[in-house]
């Protein structure tokens, strides 16, 4: 060939590899795309590749996955909806951007913009498609020039959706629905200017609900128990023990957690949540159907090259670990792990991974970091483009962890510190204990080590490392670190709402005397009103002799106490009010009173230290800001932590004296009714302290 001809050819080909170029969007200048997908909920081993389970098939996810990176270790830094979706958008925490809970509010727009508002304002096209979540409302937020939005939580069908303020009710599966709109934003680009897509994903969100077509998919599956379903709990802090699995909880056994769940039913009980856990699994399957129509639109667009694609979920999720537990919000490793994935041809190696710990506050400094924007001072994150070039020698080697009451307030306020090896977990705002655990010998942190001498300076170590990382952070000095949450009596006074004490009977009905006008029932053919030194008197022959419905008391949010005064015989139930999810009673077993309060579908039991059989004996049971206590006489004799400001829903059906009757707050007891005298029985919505239990 003639040099002058091969030259030419040369020019010819440099210039058809640069049109070329151009129109595959991967110009020497040109600014990546950015496809950025959430999903709510999803584990971060919730994706086929991680290989936890063979037959969960997710080839779209892990598309990314072999053509990027896989971030091993990401973590969120606040475990609910709305507060991680503000600190991806923000990177920053909770307590700087000032959404510490669920649903509450956006974050301030102008004093933490999102990287949305500043892609925006360099010259991006910007898209929200799908769940908002910070506050209610549908309406646009700033920084996207595209909106399609859904209120809160939305629905899986036929969802309401705002398209830059125009609303209709969509047809079909939101999935879907989402997935086809990013699809059309996407052929609708010119390629000649960058844009960011946020699709932000309602699934996997309880009701778990996947699409039609896959209603029947991994039906031949058998879910094993998790590692730590039926975990030690003599080690954990009580507030935990009691709000896992359901248990009867008594202070004749200290810190013991009776599971109903060790019995042999359970497996069975497990199994029956199995349904749940394949339809959660199953949702994710239309997701990473849509991630494969959104790849397609991107090469038939020619702008994959130049588009960086990021897979990420906002919290993580409880699938029966620890004891049983579904939801996030706690510091354990099921709730604190996310998934990412991450591609990005001109930066990232395929089939990569690192072990370095990443967070949802680096995912906004990041983008501004691959688009050539300096990040603004509010971000806390760190950019992870010194990982694809393999840096890592100043990355993080622990982080802040933060959560505060929400819409779930038996879960209190806690703050915690993760490194490679170690976590503390602090809960500042109760009477309860921390939690330490070795995460390289205990990854399932079943085992508490924060009461073992031989971990005390590993407890210190750690702890100062929180307070250092609060300071960092600026946790101690945030106007959205709210105060702890206290519950106080309702109203002053003892607040009596039923009072029966069997001096005045009329046409068989027991006059309540508190003024309340909850007046009991007498069952003639048991009931028996006698004399005695107190009085007159219920005696009971085994079976309960009276009831009544209550229509003046509510105990649903705040303090109660129940008092009554009687002679045993012999063992049974004094006196019970509630089901198996919520109530109360006093019984005798073994000779011994005791006061059991049921909460969450666990009981609560404070025994007495003695026998009284054959004498009159005052038993007064109190509940109050997440403890139960037990009084003999006036004179308390025990105490049980319930949890943290643990309510009880309002009592479903009759109260009963003298027997459980229909009532199922005993129903493991198996105790038969009571045998003796009853001279006294009283109700209060307040709180009674010693000095008003002597005075009564």
């Given at each position: 060939m003639e040099r002058r001809t091969f030259l030419k050819q040369c020019v010819v080909g440099a210039v058809?590899?640069?049109?070329?170029?151009?129109?595959?969007?991967?110009?020497?200048?040109?600014?990546?795309?950015?496809?950025?997908?959430?999903?709510?909920?999803?584990?971060?081993?919730?994706?086929?590749?991680?290989?936890?389970?063979?037959?969960?098939?997710?080839?779209?996810?892990?598309?990314?996955?072999?053509?990027?990176?896989?971030?091993?270790?990401?973590?969120?830094?606040?475990?609910?909806?709305?507060?991680?979706?503000?600190?991806?958008?923000?990177?920053?925490?909770?307590?700087?951007?000032?959404?510490?809970?669920?649903?509450?509010?956006?974050?301030?727009?102008?004093?933490?913009?999102?990287?949305?508002?500043?892609?925006?304002?360099?010259?991006?096209?910007?898209?929200?498609?799908?769940?908002?979540?910070?506050?209610?409302?549908?309406?646009?937020?700033?920084?996207?020039?595209?909106?399609?939005?859904?209120?809160?939580?939305?629905?899986?069908?036929?969802?309401?959706?705002?398209?830059?303020?125009?609303?209709?009710?969509?047809?079909?599966?939101?999935?879907?629905?989402?997935?086809?709109?990013?699809?059309?934003?996407?052929?609708?680009?010119?390629s000649d200017k960058p844009f960011l897509m946020y699709l932000s994903h309602k699934a996997v969100h309880q009701p778990f609900t996947p699409a039609s077509r896959h209603a029947d998919l991994y039906s031949d599956v058998k879910l094993p128990e998790p590692d730590n379903f039926r975990e030690e709990t003599e080690t954990k802090p009580q507030w935990i023990a009691h709000s896992g699995m359901k248990g009867i909880f008594r202070t004749k056994t200290p810190g013991k957690y009776i599971k109903l769940e060790e019995s042999e039913n359970a497996s069975k009980l497990f199994d029956g949540q199995k349904k749940t856990y394949l339809d959660y699994y199953r949702g994710i399957s239309a997701v990473d159907e849509g991630i494969g129509k959104i790849y397609d639109a991107l090469e038939s667009k020619g702008l994959l090259e130049n588009t960086v694609i990021i897979f990420a979920g906002d919290n993580g999720y409880f699938l029966g670990e620890?004891?049983?537990?579904?939801?996030?919000?706690?510091?354990?490793?099921?709730?604190?792990?996310?998934?990412?994935?991450?591609?990005?041809?001109?930066?990232?190696?395929?089939?990569?991974?690192?072990?370095?710990?990443?967070?949802?506050?680096?995912?906004?400094?990041?983008?501004?970091?691959?688009?050539?924007?300096?990040?603004?001072?509010?971000?806390?994150?760190?950019?992870?483009?010194?990982?694809?070039?393999?840096?890592?020698?100043?990355?993080?080697?622990?982080?802040?962890?933060?959560?505060?009451?929400?819409?779930?307030?038996?879960?209190?306020?806690?703050?915690?510190?993760?490194?490679?090896?170690?976590?503390?977990?602090?809960?500042?705002?109760?009477?309860?204990?921390?939690?330490?655990?070795?995460?390289?010998?205990?990854?399932?942190?079943?085992?508490?080590?924060?009461?073992?001498?031989?971990?005390?300076?590993?407890?210190?170590?750690?702890?100062?490392?929180?307070?250092?990382?609060?300071?960092?952070?600026?946790?101690?000095?945030?106007?959205?670190?709210?105060?702890?949450?206290?519950?106080?009596?309702?109203?002053?006074?003892?607040?009596?709402v039923a009072q029966y004490n069997f001096e005045t009977i009329k046409n068989s009905v027991i006059e309540d005397s508190s003024g309340h006008n909850n007046h009991a029932s007498l069952f003639s053919d048991e009931a028996v009103i006698t004399d005695s030194e107190k009085g007159k008197v219920l005696h009971c022959r085994g079976k309960y002799t009276a009831s009544t419905e209550f229509k003046d008391t509510k105990f649903e949010t705040g303090p109660f106490a129940f008092d009554v005064t009687f002679k045993a015989e012999g063992d049974g139930v004094v006196a019970s009010w509630g089901d198996s999810k919520s109530g109360f009673a006093v019984f005798v077993e073994n000779g011994m009173p005791a006061f059991a309060f049921r909460a969450n579908q666990s009981l609560f039991i404070c025994d007495a230290d003695k026998q009284y059989t054959g004498k009159w004996v005052r038993v007064t049971g109190t509940v109050c800001n997440g403890k139960a206590h037990l009084f003999i006489d006036g004179n308390k004799i025990s105490e049980l932590t319930v949890g943290p400001l643990y309510w009880m829903v309002e009592p479903t059906g009759k109260m009963y004296i003298g027997g459980a009757g229909e009532s199922k707050v005993l129903t493991e007891m198996k105790l038969n009714g009571f045998t003796g005298n009853i001279s006294n029985v009283r109700i209060y919505d307040n709180m009674l302290t010693s000095e008003q239990v002597l005075k009564l």
């Open positions: 058809a590899l640069s049109t070329a170029s151009i129109t595959n969007g991967i110009g020497k200048n040109k600014k990546p795309n950015f496809v950025f997908i959430l999903t709510d909920d999803q584990r971060w081993d919730a994706m086929g590749f991680m290989g936890k389970y063979p037959w969960l098939k997710t080839p779209n996810i892990d598309r990314i996955r072999k053509e990027g990176v896989h971030f091993k270790n990401a973590f969120v830094t606040h475990s609910i909806c709305s507060p991680s979706r503000a600190c991806f958008l923000t990177g920053a925490y909770s307590h700087v951007h000032g959404v510490i809970q669920n649903e509450s509010r956006d974050f301030d727009f102008n004093k933490t913009p999102s990287f949305a508002q500043i892609l925006a304002q360099h010259g991006y096209n910007t898209a929200f498609l799908g769940k908002w979540h910070l506050a209610y409302g549908n309406e646009p937020r700033p920084g996207f020039k595209y909106w399609l939005g859904f209120d809160a939580q939305g629905i899986y069908e036929d969802c309401v959706l705002n398209e830059n303020g125009r609303e209709f009710t969509s047809k079909g599966y939101i999935t879907d629905i989402l997935s086809e709109k990013a699809v059309d934003y996407i052929k609708e680009q010119d620890h004891s049983g537990r579904l939801d996030k919000r706690l510091m354990y490793e099921e709730s604190l792990r996310i998934p990412i994935v991450m591609s990005y041809p001109a930066m990232i190696k395929k089939g990569s991974s690192t072990d370095e710990m990443v967070l949802n506050i680096d995912l906004a400094p990041t983008l501004l970091d691959l688009a050539g924007i300096k990040s603004p001072s509010y971000m806390q994150g760190s950019s992870w483009t010194p990982l694809f070039k393999g840096r890592t020698q100043n990355w993080r080697k622990a982080f802040l962890y933060e959560y505060f009451v929400d819409l779930t307030p038996v879960i209190p306020t806690m703050v915690g510190v993760r490194t490679k090896e170690w976590k503390l977990i602090h809960y500042p705002d109760i009477n309860d204990i921390d939690e330490l655990y070795d995460l390289v010998n205990d990854p399932f942190e079943k085992k508490n080590l924060i009461l073992e001498p031989a971990f005390e300076n590993k407890k210190k170590e750690l702890m100062a490392l929180i307070e250092k990382l609060k300071d960092e952070t600026g946790y101690n000095k945030s106007q959205w670190k709210p105060a702890p949450v206290i519950r106080m009596p309702k109203r002053a006074g003892t607040g009596l």
